[in-house]
C-alpha cells in the first residue's frame, strides 16, 4: 500500500492509498464514508489487501471527509490547512469523485470500478448518475445512507441542528460545535448545515422518502448493491432497502443484490467475507491475472 495525491480543479490535494497489483488494467476505485479512511477502517484495508493479490489494483479514495481536523495542502493558495469531516463541503462531491476516476484513467486502467462503502455510496451514486463519461464500467455500492432517515436516528442530530442554524446566523458558521456530531465527529456549524442540506447525496431515499432517485435512474454501467443483513440504518429489511433501490436504476435485471449474512453497517467483523464478495463480483465480469 503506498500514499496516492490527487489534485482537484478547485486545488485541494486529497490524499488517498493504493494497493498495485502486478500487470492489470483492472482497477476498484472505493470511496470511503464519513470519518472512515484506509488507517482505521479494516474494512477498507482487507479489500485492497485482497484484490491485489488477485490481479486487481485498489485505490481507496479518501475524498474531502475522511479525516477529522486533517492537514491538506491547498495549490490555489499555496499553503496547508486543516479540512476533513469537520470543514466539509458537499457541494465538491462530484468533483473529489471525477478527480480519482480521471487519475485512475491516466494511470492506464481499462477496467474502472467505482465502489462506495456508506456515504461513499451516495457519492458514486450521485456522480455516475450526473457525469457524461463513460469512464466507469461497473459499479459496487455497498450500505448507502438515506441522509434523512440517518438524520433522525443518530444521536444528538436535533441539537446539533439547532445550535449550528444559529451560530451560522450569529456569523460563526466555522466554529466547531461543542459536541461530537451524531456522536463521532467534530463539526464546524456550517459543515453540519452543508450536511443536512445535502440533497445531491439524498439519491436513497427508500424510508424517508426525502430526495431524488434520477441518480439512480441515470447510472449507465450495470454493478451491484451489497448489504449485511444487521445494517442498523437500512430499516427493518437491509436487502429489501438495497432492492428498492435496484429497482429506481433503468435496468434492474443487470444488477445483482447481495446480502452478506450477519454483515452490520461496516461489516464488523465479516471483513473477509465482503472482501471475497467483492472479489466474486469483479471476476464474473472482468478476467484478472494474478
Known amino acids: 500500500m503506498e500514499i496516492l495525491k490527487v489534485r482537484t480543479p478547485r486545488g485541494l490535494e486529497l490524499v488517498g492509498t493504493i494497493f498495485e497489483a502486478k500487470k492489470t488494467d483492472t482497477v476498484l476505485i472505493m470511496l470511503t464514508g464519513i470519518c472512515s479512511n484506509v488507517f482505521q477502517n479494516e474494512l477498507l ?42 470543514n466539509d463541503d458537499f457541494n465538491m462531491v462530484y468533483e473529489d469523485v471525477e478527480t480519482y476516476v480521471k487519475c485512475a484513467k491516466n494511470m492506464g486502467f481499462k477496467n474502472i470500478i ?20 463513460n469512464f466507469v464500467d461497473y459499479f459496487i455500492v455497498s450500505s448507502p445512507i438515506d441522509i434523512m432517515h440517518w438524520w433522525n436516528i443518530m444521536p444528538n442530530i436535533d441539537e446539533c441542528f439547532s445550535l449550528a442554524k444559529k451560530w451560522v446566523d450569529e456569523g460563526r458558521g466555522d466554529d466547531i460545535l461543542p459536541f461530537m456530531f451524531g456522536g463521532f ?106
Request: glycine fraction near 10%; hydrophobic fraction near 35%; proline fraction near 4%.
Open 45 to 86: 484495508y482487507t479489500t485492497g489487501n485482497l484484490l491485489s493479490k488477485n490481479g486487481i489494483s485498489v485505490i481507496v479514495a479518501h475524498a474531502h471527509d475522511s479525516f477529522s481536523c486533517f492537514a491538506y495542502t491547498d495549490f490555489s493558495i499555496g499553503k496547508q490547512r486543516h479540512a476533513g469531516t469537520f
Open 114 to 133: 467505482l465502489a462506495g462503502h456508506s456515504l461513499g455510496s451516495n457519492k458514486i451514486i450521485h456522480y455516475l448518475g450526473n457525469t457524461p463519461d
Open 185 to 290: 465527529s467534530p463539526m464546524t456549524a456550517k459543515t453540519v448545515l452543508g450536511f443536512y442540506n445535502a440533497d445531491n447525496l439524498k439519491n436513497c431515499p427508500v424510508l424517508s422518502h426525502q430526495g431524488e432517485t434520477n441518480s439512480l435512474y441515470n447510472i449507465k454501467p450495470n454493478g451491484v448493491f451489497i448489504i449485511g443483513s444487521k445494517d442498523s440504518v437500512t430499516g427493518e429489511s437491509p436487502k429489501g432497502f438495497m432492492e428498492v433501490l435496484n429497482s429506481w436504476t433503468v435496468e434492474p435485471d443487470r444488477n445483482k443484490v447481495i446480502e452478506i449474512e450477519g454483515g452490520s453497517h461496516i461489516f464488523y467483523g465479516k471483513h473477509d467475507i465482503y472482501a471475497k464478495t467483492v472479489l466474486d463480483c469483479i471476476n464474473e465480469v472482468f478476467v484478472c491475472d494474478i
